[in-house]
């Protein structure tokens, strides 16, 4: 399945997810606007076998429209897939949403 824009509100938080297959298991990593993300302040990256998800802390509004890229990778090859997550202002007392986006190569 190939990524899909998201929507959420800022100050909301938001997780990508990126499912690989392949033998030996492939390695994945995450980049923003071809800079790779690591955990810290910003991000958390949880990574599991065949599986990574990229989780926004908090998503703030004029740092929007951003890509964000998974690379699967092992000695076999390497397969990308890529998202934009759009941030929007809350109206006043909303609560607004959490954004999930899920992709899966094959």
């Not at 690591?38 to 429209?65: C, P, Q, T, W």
């Not at 076999?76 to 954004?99: D, E, M, P, Q, W």
Request: aromatic share 10%.
């Amino acid at each position: 399945m190939a990524p899909k824009t998201t929507k959420v509100a800022e100050e909301d938080k938001v997780s990508l997810f990126c499912k690989a297959s392949g033998e030996p298991a492939p390695t994945i990593t995450w980049e923003i606007n071809g800079q790779k993300i690591n955990s810290g302040s910003e991000f958390e990256v949880i990574d599991r076998a065949y599986m990574s998800s990229l989780r926004i802390k908090k998503a703030i509004h004029g740092d929007h429209d951003k890509t964000y890229m998974c690379e699967a990778h092992n000695k076999l090859g390497f397969a990308r897939a890529s998202a934009t997550v759009i941030i929007y202002r809350k109206k006043a007392g909303s609560k607004g949403k959490h954004g999930r986006l899920y992709w899966m190569y094959h």
